[in-house]
């Protein structure tokens, strides 16, 4: 197991709950913790609070009561100044993948590093050597219009990695991929997580998630109902999607 | 800005509006300003002496007189001058003019310049007070006037101000508003990749201020052009229409206009990020 303590704890999550204003808890009395360099799928249904975790990571969302810890930051009382300082060690990627229509797969990648004040050589050279990394060094000139599903996510996964973040946070990131594509963006993490990034992926993809062979939290209700170092999707119901299971209460 | 275009044409066209509108209520206060100085070196006080003052005794008065501070000048007017002098402003008034040169009914007087119109009422009362004058006249009533419609100009000119202001912050407000959203995208990816508050804000501030100074820029040509044209025609008409100078006012009104365009500008903007841009 894990330490608990110490140096390699980089995530870790305290007694967190979160209620939104309407009333609804995304999550109830979650505590965990991921060191440096895992790589983590969560897992659960619709509603489950798998998105909520991920949003609390990226300071998107506060918790209403507990403590999320983020390498030195504590997300519950972050300054408005020091935001963007945390999010400079994270990568996001969403299912929805939110690329900027008008400007092609080179100044979508670029934009990350000219927004954060890279300088203008750092970013000629390492912006071809990132799409180099998710193979698509050849599609630079094309907007995203032009491009499948799957090379919309990666020009999203190149993007969140420009500017060299310590950890991956990816929300559903094949959920709208055939599981070809979606095997090969599930791949392409691994990659990053084997050059030291720690990746955190909320997925429905059971498939992926069995194969993969890591360590798997699983929500329910908005609990964390299991976590196991090298798990599987569910085990309870192996032969019946985890979502089906119960009635979502979020769209 | 090419989202916007529509927009910003209306907000530069407003802002341009009421720095117009502020940069004549300037002009016209200048002038105001301007004639009220030159009506000031220009007020007098006039005073008769009783006709049983010998004219040596004038003399010295006068030279007494002249002594005295705020006195700028003294000009003596002996009765016969006064005569042709009145004779020369109405001239066909004949009955008038024969009637009085059988036996000259005016008496010596003098004329007090001072430098401030303010020195004029003190004086008055004082040669009110000495029995050797017999009459104090003066106008003090222009120059009051003056000062009043100066102020109800300022004034008045304030309210109006204050409402275009507002109408103007508004409307650069909305349209950085409108930039805001229609940047919402690279705005939430910027906020996602760890961008500063700042680095975001400031394209928008700038834009802000950008329109407020075009607004500036319009306001500025439309009354200096205005002003010059007025000026010409008015040396025509009159030949020394007490105008302030054009530079005088060219400087005015590029200042004026300048700094409310900044100001608008900024302050707009700031309304607009305000609520827009929180992390």
Redesign the interface.
């Known amino acids: 197991m894990h330490r608990i303590w110490g140096d390699a704890v980089i995530i870790r999550f305290e007694t967190v709950t979160k209620r939104y204003p309407n009333g609804h808890v995304a999550l109830e009395d979650v505590s965990l913790t991921i060191p440096r360099g895992e790589f983590v799928f969560v897992v659960g249904p619709s509603g489950a609070g798998k998105s909520s975790l991920i949003r609390l990571l990226?300071?998107e969302e506060v918790p209403t009561s507990g403590e999320v810890y983020v390498d030195q930051f504590r997300l519950g009382r972050l300054r408005?100044?020091q935001?963007?300082?945390?999010?400079?060690l994270?990568?996001?990627v969403f299912q929805d993948v939110?690329l900027?229509?008008d400007r092609n797969v080179y100044q979508n990648v670029a934009?990350?590093m000219q927004?954060?004040?890279a300088s203008p050589r750092d970013i000629k050279k390492r912006v071809p050597q990132v799409l180099d990394l998710v193979g698509l060094h050849d599609r630079s000139h094309h907007f995203p219009h032009q491009l499948s599903g799957g090379e919309q996510q990666r020009v999203g996964l190149a993007?969140?990695l420009v500017?060299n973040p310590h950890y991956l946070l990816a929300d559903e990131p094949t959920g709208n991929l055939d599981p070809e594509t979606a095997e090969g963006i599930v791949k392409l993490l691994a990659e990053i997580n084997r050059r030291g990034a720690t990746v955190v992926m909320a997925t429905h993809a059971r498939d992926i998630v069995n194969r993969m062979n890591r360590r798997v939290l699983a929500m329910e209700g908005g609990r964390l109902v299991r976590d196991e170092a090298r798990g599987r999707y569910g085990l309870d119901t192996p032969e019946r999607p985890a979502w089906l299971s119960t009635v979502s209460h979020e769209a | 800005m090419r989202h916007t275009g529509w927009m910003s044409v209306a907000s530069v066209l407003t802002v341009s509006v009421a720095l117009f509108v502020l940069a004549v209520f300037g002009v016209l206060s200048i002038n105001l300003e301007h004639a009220a100085t030159a009506l000031d070196r220009q007020v007098e006080l006039q005073a008769y002496f009783k006709p049983t003052m010998k004219s040596s005794a004038e003399q010295a008065f006068l030279a007494r007189l002249k002594r005295e501070p705020g006195v700028r000048r003294v000009v003596f007017v002996s009765k016969t001058e006064a005569l042709s002098q009145l004779k020369k402003e109405f001239p066909h008034d004949t009955t008038l003019w024969q009637l009085i040169s059988q036996g000259n009914p005016l008496l010596d007087g003098f004329q007090v310049y001072t430098n401030r119109a303010g020195e004029i009422p003190p004086l008055a009362r004082m040669l009110r007070k000495n029995p050797d004058v017999g009459q104090v006249v003066y106008q003090a009533t222009v120059v009051s006037r003056l000062t009043v419609v100066t102020r109800i100009l300022r004034d008045g000119g304030y309210v109006v101000e204050g409402l275009l202001a507002f109408a103007t912050l508004f409307i650069i407000a909305n349209t950085i508003r409108l930039g805001v959203f229609a940047r919402r995208?690279?705005i939430?990816?910027?906020?996602?990749?760890?961008?500063?508050?700042w680095?975001?804000r400031w394209p928008f501030l700038l834009e802000g201020i950008y329109l407020g100074l075009m607004g500036a820029v319009l306001a500025s040509v439309a009354v200096i052009v205005g002003y010059h044209w007025v000026f010409q025609t008015a040396a025509h008409v009159v030949a020394f229409f007490p105008l302030a100078g054009v530079t005088v006012v060219e400087r005015s009104t590029v200042e004026t206009t300048g700094a409310g365009g900044m100001a608008v500008g900024l302050l707009g903007s700031l309304w607009a990020l305000r609520r827009f841009l929180k992390?």
């Open positions: 990226y300071h408005r100044r935001v963007p300082r945390l999010r400079r994270l990568g996001v939110r900027l229509p934009f990350a927004v954060v004040e993007r969140a500017n | 995208r690279e939430a990816v910027m906020k996602l990749v760890g961008a500063t508050d680095f975001i992390v």
